[in-house]
Structure formats: structure tokens, C-alpha cells
């Protein structure tokens, strides 16, 4: 294994790695926020919250093998060359162990605040148990050769699986509902500017190393971040240009000056997204 070449773009890999967890790690708040003060999930879909957990635990084990076991290190050096430096940073692990908290606390708002008579679909429990169940099997079979590096990635690849599928039924419901109203807009935000980080840090890599061997040796990575810019571009689309939030007007009472302005509007104002 080979060291930086350059210090400044050490650093600035680094700066970018942070940043990018940082941008991630606060984009679950405003959604944990939101679903707080208003005592409701009404408006989140379950589906993308059950899947998010499969996604996230899945690349947890891919980062934090990766980057703690000397043994799968080892068989990456073996494949992609001794010069590479390893593709997961530190940044990496900690978003993960990050993310599933977070999504594991959104889990229990799930479980205790107002849900309406919304549910998790029968096709999401399906989907999550096929996936652990073949995760299961891959570990079977990985095992009498120790193929550890072909494990993770099958749990790499798990995760940009689930990261396309989770986000459509959020998609879909804001198309059907015509609103965004309890699904939080500050999460995408800050979901984007940390994919934007993400794919910064990799090119950095790359021009350090002179190789961009660190974006198909570990893919999911580059896919997670296309995936999520995608989806966030369509997010934002929704919220401010499809279905923006219903504004209201100001109208005094009648029966003389002084009274207080009653709020007109053909349906209740809309909370705001935090």
C-alpha cells in the first residue's frame, strides 16, 4: 500500500470526508425534529424508513470490515493492486454507525407517535427479509474459502439496492398526496451537499493517486452517491416547484376596525417543513 503523494490533497480529502459526514450526519435531525413537534409521522413513509435501516446497516458491515480487518484489506490489495489506498475512510464508518442510530430513533417515533392508518407494506417486509435471508446464504458460501471481500461487496451492492428502492415509495406518495407536507426538506438538502462531498472526496483520491481505481473498487460508494443526487434533485422538485406549501391571507373580521385578522384559506395552513 502506497501513502499520499500530496499533503494538500490529504488534507483537503479529509476536509471533504468531514464534511460530507457532518452534511449527512445532520440531515436525519430535521425529519426526527419535524416528527417530534408535531407528535406525527403522518406523511413518512414507512416503507422508506424500514428499507433506510436494511440500507444503512448493510453498509455499515461493508465500511467497517473494510476498514478494521486486516485480512479483507488484504484481499483488496490482492485484487486491485498494492498501490491503492484502502476506499473507505474513516468518515465513512462513522456515517454509518451514525445513520442506523439515527434511523433506528425515527423507528421508535414510528412506533409511538400518531401514524394515521398508514403501515409498512407487506412488499417491504417481504423485501427486507429476502434480502437478509440471501445475505445469509452469500455468508455460507463465502465462508470454507474465506471470501470476504467478495462478502462485503455483495453487502456494498445490498445497499445501493435498497438505496434506489427506499426512496421510491416517498416519491410516489408525495406525487400521490400532491404535498410533501411531514416529510422533511432540510434532510434532502443536506443529503445532497453530503453526496456532492462524497463524490469530491473520491475525485481527490483519484488525482492523488493518479488512478480511479478507488471508484470501481468500491462502487457502491460512487452509486450511493448518484442514487441519492438523483433522488434529492427530484425531492426538491417536488417541494418547491410541484407542490408547494399552500400559502394563506390575512382578512379582518367583520363587524368593525380592531379586531383581529382571521386566516383565510381553503384548506389548513400547512406546517412547516423543518
Avoid at 26 to 36: E, H, R
Avoid at 112 to 122: A, E, F, L
Wanted: aromatic share 14%; charged share 10%; glycine share 6%.
Amino acid at each position: 500500500m502506497v501513502s499520499w503523494h500530496s499533503t494538500p490533497l490529504e488534507i483537503t480529502y479529509h476536509v471533504l470526508g468531514w464534511l460530507g459526514f457532518t452534511s449527512w450526519a445532520i440531515g436525519f435531525l430535521p425529519q426526527i425534529i419535524l416528527n417530534f413537534r408535531r407528535k406525527s409521522v403522518v406523511g413518512l413513509n414507512f416503507d422508506f424508513v424500514v428499507l433506510n435501516f436494511t440500507k444503512h446497516s448493510s453498509y455499515l458491515i461493508y465500511n467497517a470490515v473494510l476498514y478494521f480487518s486486516p485480512a479483507v484489506q488484504r484481499q483488496y490489495f490482492e485484487r486491485y493492486g498494492y498501490q491503492e489506498i484502502i476506499p473507505v475512510a474513516a468518515n465513512d464508518v462513522a456515517f454509518s454507525i451514525h445513520a442506523v442510530l439515527m434511523v433506528s430513533i425515527t423507528l421508535l417515533q414510528i412506533a409511538i407517535y400518531d401514524r394515521g392508518n398508514q403501515k409498512v407494506s407487506k412488499i417491504s417486509w417481504v423485501i427486507v427479509s429476502a434480502v437478509w435471508l440471501a445475505a445469509a446464504i452469500c455468508f455460507l458460501v463465502a465462508s470454507p474459502n474465506h471470501s470476504w471481500l467478495w462478502l462485503i461487496s455483495v453487502f456494498n451492492s445490498i445497499q445501493v439496492c435498497m438505496a434506489v428502492i427506499k426512496f421510491t415509495p416517498q416519491a410516489l406518495l408525495n406525487f400521490s398526496r400532491k404535498s410533501t407536507k411531514g416529510f422533511s426538506i432540510g434532510n434532502v438538502l443536506f443529503d445532497f451537499t453530503g453526496s456532492l462531498a462524497n463524490y469530491a472526496q473520491m475525485v481527490v483520491q483519484s488525482i492523488d493517486q493518479n488512478s480511479w481505481v478507488n471508484f470501481h473498487g468500491n462502487m457502491g460508494k460512487f452509486l450511493l452517491s448518484l442514487v441519492s443526487l438523483s433522488f434529492d434533485i427530484l425531492f426538491m422538485l417536488q417541494h418547491f416547484v410541484l407542490y408547494p406549501a399552500k400559502k394563506t391571507t390575512l382578512s379582518p373580521k367583520l363587524g368593525g376596525e380592531g379586531k383581529e385578522p382571521l386566516i383565510k384559506s381553503s384548506d389548513k395552513p400547512e406546517s412547516v417543513n423543518v
